[in-house]
């Protein structure tokens, strides 16, 4: 188990994150006990690498000469984005994440030395395990086949770990479907929906002017939809830039803000509707869910048939649109990856939505 350490203060953005107060906030973690910093190099990750975070890396030079590599995970200083990580408790639920469930998971997670999370002042750190020699797809251009292949393998055993386990009961901060938080995603939807489709209408297929209304009018509903049948714990932002290739076949996950209970198959239709092109999803789509399965039935789910993985992921892909809608409308607009990302999403999913039908599934 991580051993945690108290921090002397949480920063409120990435200039309060000195070498004085990293120095002294490692200090006393057993890691940095045994073998002390030297010395440290900061510097800032990339606008837009983080929708909903600040980031820094970290060079930590030890005192034997070795090197640790770490990223300092910060709340977002966008406002708008700020607002729909403290509304839907995206930090929270991120920081007993890390502390509560990422040893009971059978997939790597980045190893945490601190992850706390203060409500009052709405400030978030967490200081983790750096894999910045591992390969990271670019959702915008979009992963291969061997990548999403190598992703919904390792998917499975996530799915499978608390399968029909009602995991929300026991952690009352753990999002669901019918929990307090979920409730206000069909009001958010409705006033974001208009904005997203003016913003990103040349991103889009045609169809979504017509489904995304359409959505956001049964979104109430489609939230009991997703409550019943079997459940079970999924990441919630299962994209590729929060995905690691090792050099030698490892795998990690990180990012787990989004994290929550739902029916089975959303994550499997998040990676493929807005991860991987329109075309090769239309490809290796029904080979990538009979694989799902096999590797659903090796870690032990052996009732869960092709007909209801297909029923789960249309109904997913309705769900999935509230990420782009609302997201795609808070965005920074001035930020030019921010912008290219959403619109990816966005296109790809509505394709997706359209190709499946998924309009077929909205309750009444």
């Given at each position: 188990m991580s051993i945690l350490v108290e921090p002397?203060?949480?920063?409120?953005?990435?200039?309060?994150?000195?070498?004085a107060w990293l120095r002294s906030t490692l200090a006393t973690h057993p890691t940095f006990a045994a073998d002390p910093i030297e010395s440290l190099e900061l510097?800032?990750?990339?606008?837009?690498?983080?929708?909903?975070?600040?980031?820094?890396?970290?060079?930590?030079?030890?005192?034997?000469?070795?090197?640790?590599?770490?990223?300092?995970?910060?709340?977002?200083?966008?406002?708008?984005?700020?607002?729909?990580?403290?509304?839907y408790r995206y930090y929270e639920s991120e920081t007993n994440f890390y502390n509560l469930l990422a040893e009971r998971i059978p997939m790597r997670t980045p190893r945490i030395y601190l992850?706390?999370?203060?409500?009052?002042?709405?400030?978030?750190?967490?200081i983790m395990e750096s894999f910045k020699d591992w390969h990271s797809p670019d959702q915008i251009t979009g992963a291969t086949l061997d990548e999403v292949t190598t992703a919904v393998s390792h998917l499975a055993g996530l799915t499978a770990a608390f399968w029909n386990v009602s995991l929300h009961e026991t952690h009352d901060w753990l999002n669901h479907p019918t929990s307090d938080t979920y409730a206000l995603v069909p009001a958010h939807y409705a006033a974001t929906v208009d904005a997203f489709l003016e913003q990103f209408s040349a991103a889009l297929p045609a169809s979504a002017r017509q489904a995304a209304p359409a959505i956001s009018r049964n979104f109430s509903a489609l939230l009991g939809e997703l409550s019943e049948g079997p459940q079970a714990l999924a990441h919630g932002d299962y994209r590729v830039e929060n995905l690691f290739y090792g050099p030698t076949d490892?795998?990690?996950?990180?990012?787990?803000?989004?994290?929550?209970?739902?029916?089975?198959?959303?994550?499997?239709?998040?990676l493929l509707s807005t991860n991987i092109d329109t075309a090769l999803r239309r490809q290796a789509e029904g080979e990538l869910m009979d694989r799902y399965l096999d590797a659903l039935a090796r870690h032990g789910v052996q009732d869960y048939s092709r007909g209801?993985?297909?029923?789960?992921?249309?109904?997913?892909?309705?769900?999935?649109?509230?990420i782009p809608v609302i997201g795609g409308a808070s965005c920074d607009m001035s930020?030019?990856?921010?912008?290219?990302?959403?619109?990816a999403m966005g296109s790809r999913l509505f394709q997706a939505i359209e190709d499946w039908d998924a309009l077929s599934m909205l309750p009444g």
């Open positions: 002397q203060h949480l920063p409120a953005n990435r200039a309060e994150v000195t070498e510097h800032n990750l990339g606008d837009g690498m983080g929708q909903l975070s600040e980031l820094i890396a970290v060079a930590v030079h030890c005192e034997s000469g070795e090197t640790r590599d770490l990223v300092i995970k910060l709340h977002t200083e966008v406002p708008s984005m700020h607002a729909i990580a403290m509304r992850a706390q999370f203060d409500p009052d002042q709405e400030r978030v750190l967490a490892e795998f990690a996950v990180i990012d787990w803000q989004l994290m929550m209970t739902t029916r089975p198959g959303f994550d499997l239709a998040y209801e993985l297909e029923s789960d992921y249309r109904l997913a892909l309705l769900d999935i649109s509230r930020n030019e990856r921010s912008v290219a990302l959403f619109s």
